[in-house]
């Protein structure tokens, strides 16, 4: 029998080939480690908003095996429907193997309203979409549906002392979009059904599709053809832009240099040393202006942060980056020796007064400090300096005496074929030191990024002691990595002007 599911409704609505390869091929699907995060954040969020509305009964129901039991969620949902409950959380519906659990179903005085509850700030398209689907399963079930309505978070949120949900949420009537999405609905079900029934693997073209309403998961499945690089991997070329020379067979290298369609120096010069596979570009005079705005003592500071959508502490926004770590490495004078200071708060506390006065007692005022992509550090220093007034001379201070060690390669004075589109640290520092294993991030253990840093450190609070202290650990040396990785570009920029 056919099963289908609001999720599976709203990959057909993005690409056939995307409904068909999810089905079929879902081995193809890159590994995403931080997607458990974003599913128990997803949770939680959902959790939090099913009191919104008032008293509530959810009729989540499991199986032995630990899956969801959609018969009995089915069966309470109709109880619940009899007794006049007033707001049914994951209300579950089956039309003829269409499937849907509504996050809120609330009663209202003439029939039924859908709530359908989102992480996100924005009301996407996409969530009328899903909620076109609900609301056309739920009509074919028999119930008169009065409103359609989004929960997402309101991004001007600001923490108090409590957590107060009807200010964290809000609510955006979607009657007017669901509206004209349910007349697609039945024309799109067929089409997902004909796509199911297909062996083969249905033919789509890539467009702009692939990126919305989400950047598609089969991208490097559905572009393995392309030769590498390729026109999407051109720096800061639009998508959209990328797509039209795509279209029409533009998307090799060779072809987009001779071509003329590129005008922007920098994009040329990705394309001109990927094709004549060129040595460093060095702009000596360039690095050395750069390098006369630093002066001693040095310092290399990086931050890790975390960016919770539940605000954890009082005055903090949902999605606020939350400076939770940061590495030090300084040194005093020319030819004097590396020095390294480090902070890690405590995994389920707030962090923000203690790094702030660590860093206030590790960094002298009127010193100059570096960062990579400066624009972070800085904001979190002000950010840092807004909630401490006391504090705020001396973190302000070191915000505004920072240098950004991304300049010299973002402006073009030290090039090399391997950094290719992108400038950030984790390009730039292999494109310079490629057989180097102390700065290689894959021989780290169990922290290799900023997206796993961000997503392990809230869950130490809750490990076993042995597991807390390995993960303090990995993530003392990933964060001690990337200032000793900005020591070694700072070093490399010196030697080149000599
Ligand atoms: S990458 Fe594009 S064409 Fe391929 S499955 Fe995804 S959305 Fe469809």
């Known amino acids: ?88 959380c994951e209300a579950s519906f089956n039309y003829n193997g269409l499937y849907c659990a509504v996050d809120i179903l609330h009663k209202e005085d003439d029939g039924w309203a ?18 076109a689907y609900q609301k056309y399963v739920l009509e074919n079930c028999g119930l008169k549906i009065t409103g359609t309505y989004l929960i997402c978070i309101n991004s001007d949120y600001v923490r108090g002392a409590e957590l107060d949900i009807h200010k964290f949420f809000r609510v955006v009537d979607l009657a007017a979009e669901v509206k004209d999405e349910l007349q ?37 499945y559905c572009t393995r053809n392309l030769p590498k690089p390729n026109v999407f991997d051109i720096y800061r070329l639009s998508f959209n832009k990328a797509l039209d020379f795509y279209y029409q067979g533009k998307y090799d290298f060779e072809t987009l240099l001779y071509d003329g369609g590129i005008t922007n120096g920098k994009q040329l010069r990705q394309l001109l040393h990927s094709v004549s596979n060129q040595g460093d570009e060095i702009d000596k005079n360039g690095i050395k202006d750069f390098m006369n705005t630093l002066s001693y003592p040095i310092y290399f500071l990086d931050f890790e942060t975390m960016q919770p959508v539940i605000p954890q502490f009082e005055g903090t926004a949902p999605y606020q980056q939350i400076p939770f770590q940061y590495s030090l490495h300084y040194i005093e004078k020319e030819g004097g020796e590396l020095r390294h200071k480090e902070f890690l708060a405590v995994s389920g506390e707030d962090p923000r007064r203690a790094i702030a006065e660590s860093l206030c007692e590790n960094i002298p005022l009127n010193v100059c400090v570096t960062a990579y992509n400066k624009g972070f550090e800085c904001g979190r220093l002000k950010e840092l300096a807004a909630s401490f007034p006391d504090l705020a001379d001396h973190l302000l201070n070191i915000s505004d005496n920072m240098k950004d060690l991304l300049t010299p390669f973002q402006s073009g004075y030290y090039y090399n074929k391997a950094m290719g589109g992108s400038f950030s640290i984790k390009s730039v520092l292999p494109a310079l030191f490629p057989n180097d294993p102390a700065l290689d991030y894959h021989n780290l ?48 920029l010196k030697e080149v002007i000599i």
Request: with cysteine; glycine share 4%; hydrophobic share 35%.
């Open 1 to 88: 029998m056919f099963f289908f599911s609001k999720s599976r409704y709203c990959l057909a609505w993005q690409c056939p080939k995307l409904l068909w390869l999810s089905k079929y091929r879902p081995e193809l699907k890159p590994e995403d480690p931080s997607l458990q995060a974003r599913f128990d954040e997803g949770n939680s969020v959902g959790d939090l908003a099913m009191g919104l509305l008032g008293d509530f009964t959810e009729v989540t129901a499991f199986k032995e095996d630990g899956r969801l039991d959609l018969n009995k969620m089915q069966e309470l949902t109709k109880q619940c429907i009899a007794q006049g409950v007033k707001n049914i």
């Open 114 to 131: 859908i709530y359908e509850v989102k992480s996100s700030t924005h009301a996407s398209h996409i969530y009328a979409v899903d909620i």
């Open 184 to 220: 697609n609905v039945p024309s799109l079900l067929k089409k997902a059904k004909d796509i199911y029934s297909l062996k083969e693997e249905p033919q789509k073209d890539i467009g702009a599709h692939c990126r919305d309403p989400y950047p598609c998961i089969f991208w490097d």
């Open 445 to 492: 253990e169990q922290i290799h990024n900023g997206t796993e840093a961000m997503t392990i450190f809230p869950s130490i609070k809750d490990m076993p002691p042995s597991e807390q202290e390995t993960a303090r650990r990995n993530l003392l040396k990933y964060c001690e990595l990337d200032t000793f990785a900005m020591v070694k570009l700072w070093e490399k």
